[in-house]
């Protein structure tokens, strides 16, 4: 069987990242793998040199994690209303924080932008308007949609009528340019990629129906495949199955936060680490994060082979033998470098199933797949479109209508990628110094500056810029690489009483062993005498207060000793 494979001339990423720099509103879409977030991410690095402010959000708490930055809702002032009336927008533009960021903000970015209402986008249009007190689309800020309606749609409440962005006063006002990218990262299967572009022109055929029914095995060894189920009551039915039916003892770790308790439940609710997370040897687990220095990403599949002896950290085995130590990392929600919130946890979770809907931004290496129960149109799509080659899928169940696509986005994408194939034959005839040009006026008119391609740092992965560690992580860092506290002092510009209760936290988590503290203890004469000395006067006095093992040590001991030992001391 033959599956014609439908090409457009569309447009590379470099291309697109030059339009960026112009300062254009610019709808950044194209198919899953295509390389929006790396685009995205270097355009930011550009920004950033250029010393303008990007404003970086997302549709949910999932996809502002992935981009470190912070849901649109919560970036507008907008937060749960469906709708705001004057009173509202006042209460809104009353508020400093909000009306800080918007007014600080050259660019705004918004991802996923498939999954935000074109309602929510016409109210985020009307703050910005107001607060900057400018009548352009969103306040004269450049905006950047990113995303495809392809993915996953609105989610409304019953009986609301949904409206895609597109669809929007904003997004009409706006006139983004489109940039549509052609190239192709994720898949290798052009058996896959043509039925994925059969579907999104909603030309489904027999055959392809054939074809997928035909996907029965997968035909890699020593790959257990991920199951993607419409509705978290088969992945979690999957999932504690699988886990009670293996030996051995469970293994919890639980999620750690800081910050004010709603901006925590945002982002527990939104990440795909479990707040408890139960494992044992030989357990199936999916990494939840982008780590590339360790040798994983978000989707990465592995098994439990053992817990390390000394800190009880998971060691897992990946589908290609590699064998990674698995350590907590963080989650965090930024506001112009300013942590407001931060989770920690393992960057894992069981991963015999999932839903298509967490799913959503992953590459799968094999997966089986449940479209039986499918509800809602891209549910299909998404699934299909997680994993490389049709070698690592199959298929459990379909329904009829599980590979359907609205036809309004069918109609409205052809729109997208002849404005695209126009935006492309323009700029390709303009000069270098024509675009130069363009640039530095953008920057210039935002009071910035336009860098030189030196000064950019290019992350070295679409999510470097994002994997902010919380305050916490970074003494844990600087610990690790062997600083003492005076070093710690010097280059986070704090005092050495807040550098000290960091590490008090990291040993009460278990996240520094005793040896690790001790190397930090700065101390002429006998170090080990004075550890058993003052361990001495713990078990004598307590250890809730330090004065009295101030007082029992004669004196001799500064305050900031006496924390690191008696830290040493309650990790016995």
């Given amino acids: 069987m033959q599956i014609l494979w439908y090409t457009h001339t569309t447009m590379n990423q470099a291309r697109a990242l030059e339009i960026l720099k112009t300062g254009v509103n610019v709808f950044l879409t194209g198919e899953p793998g295509a390389g929006k977030t790396y685009v995205i991410n270097q355009y930011i690095a550009w920004l950033e ?73 016409d109210m985020v249009d009307v703050i910005c308007r107001t607060i900057r007190q400018r009548p352009e689309a969103f306040g004269a800020l450049q905006v950047i949609f990113v995303g495809d309606f392809f993915q996953l749609p609105p989610v409304t409440k019953q009986g609301d009528m949904m409206r895609y962005g597109f669809e929007s006063r904003a997004w009409e006002n706006a006139k983004p340019l489109i940039c549509y990218l052609s190239d192709q990262f994720r898949q290798e299967d052009e058996a896959l990629l043509a039925l994925l ?16 029914n035909e996907q029965t095995s997968i035909d890699y060894e020593n790959i257990e495949p991920t199951r993607l189920y419409t509705h978290n009551a088969d992945v979690d039915a ?54 590339f220095e360790a040798g ?32 907590t990392t963080t989650w965090d929600m930024m506001d112009e470098g300013k942590l407001l919130a931060s989770i920690e946890q393992l960057p894992l979770r069981l991963a015999w199933a999932i839903t298509i809907h967490k799913s959503q931004g992953m590459s799968l290496d094999a997966a089986e797949i449940d479209l039986s129960k499918a509800f809602v149109f891209g549910q299909g799509y998404v699934a299909l479109s997680r994993v490389r080659s049709l070698a690592g ?36 005839n303009l000069e270098p110094t024509e675009l130069e040009t363009m640039h530095n006026q953008f920057v210039t008119a935002c009071g910035g500056k336009l860098p030189n391609p030196n000064e950019v740092r290019v992350p070295k992965s679409a999510v470097e810029r ?6 916490y992580a970074l003494t844990k860092q600087f610990v690790l690489a062997g600083k003492r506290i005076s070093d710690i002092v010097r280059e986070r510009d704090m005092a050495e009483s807040t550098i000290t209760a960091h590490i008090e936290k990291l040993a009460e988590e278990k996240q520094l062993t005793a040896s690790d503290i001790k190397k930090l203890i700065v101390f002429d004469g006998d170090i080990d005498a004075a550890i058993t000395e003052i361990r001495e006067a713990i078990e004598e006095c307590g250890h809730e207060k330090l004065r009295p093992l101030y007082d029992a040590t004669g004196e001799q001991y500064d305050y900031t000793m006496l924390r690191l030992i008696r830290a040493m001391y309650l990790l016995q």
């Fill in 49 to 121: 040199a250029a010393d303008l402010n990007v404003a970086v959000t997302a549709s949910t708490g999932i996809a502002a994690t992935h981009i470190g930055g912070l849901t649109i809702h919560s970036w507008s002032g907008v937060g749960a209303r469906d709708h705001i009336n004057q009173y509202d927008l006042d209460q809104i533009v009353s508020k400093e924080k909000t009306v800080k960021r918007v007014k600080k903000a050259h660019v705004l970015i918004i991802d996923e932008i498939s999954m935000i209402d074109g309602k929510m986008l």
């Fill in 197 to 212: 572009g059969s579907i999104r022109r909603n030309e489904i055929e027999e055959e392809h129906y054939t074809l997928l």
């Fill in 238 to 291: 999957v999932n504690n199955t699988k886990l009670a039916s293996l030996p051995g003892k469970p293994k919890t770790f639980r999620m750690a936060g800081r910050g004010s308790k709603p901006l925590l439940e945002v982002l527990v609710k939104n990440c795909l680490s479990p707040d408890a997370l139960v494992l044992k040897e030989d357990a199936m687990v999916m990494c939840t994060k982008n780590n």
């Fill in 296 to 327: 994983y990403v978000n989707g990465t599949l592995g098994r439990v082979v053992e817990f390390d002896p000394d800190d009880g950290m998971p060691i897992i085995e990946t589908t290609e033998g590699k064998r990674i130590r698995i350590v």
């Fill in 393 to 428: 899928l199959k298929i459990l169940g379909m329904s009829a209508n599980a590979l359907q696509v609205d036809p309004k986005i069918v109609r409205r994408d052809a729109g997208f990628r002849a404005e695209s194939e126009a935006a492309e034959e323009t700029f390709q």
């Fill in 466 to 471: 994002v994997q902010k560690e919380s305050t």
